[in-house]
């Protein structure tokens, strides 16, 4: 059995409009992508520029995998452009996930 694997990227972008409509344009390739589950693409509420990204991979080997193909993947290469500083970037496994309780309507 395969583990799920979270990646976390955290970083400042050159122009912000730019770097929305290359970041969808990247999440547009990256569907075709070996082991590709999701990707959550956020935005700092107080720090303008300040992307993260949340891409859910199989496992490690094709979060991995997924990270070498895209340093050469034409699809990547304008957000590439707009990245101005990597904050954070790290893979990792879920120890324990918490639900929240389903209440009734009142």
């Known amino acids: 059995m395969t583990t799920p694997c979270l990646e976390l990227v955290v970083f400042k972008v050159k122009d912000l409009a730019k770097a929305r409509i290359a970041r969808r344009a990247a999440q547009d390739v990256v569907r ?18 300040l992307f993260a990204d949340v891409v859910m991979w199989r496992d490690l080997a094709t979060a991995k995998a997924a990270g070498q193909k895209v340093m050469s993947d034409p699809g990547f290469k304008a957000i590439m452009a707009e990245i101005d500083g990597l904050v954070s970037m790290a893979h990792y496994t879920a120890d324990r996930i918490v639900e929240a309780k389903m209440t009734a309507a009142a």
């Open 32 to 49: 075709n992508y070996e082991g590709f589950l999701s990707w959550s693409a956020y935005e700092a509420c107080d720090d303008a520029g």
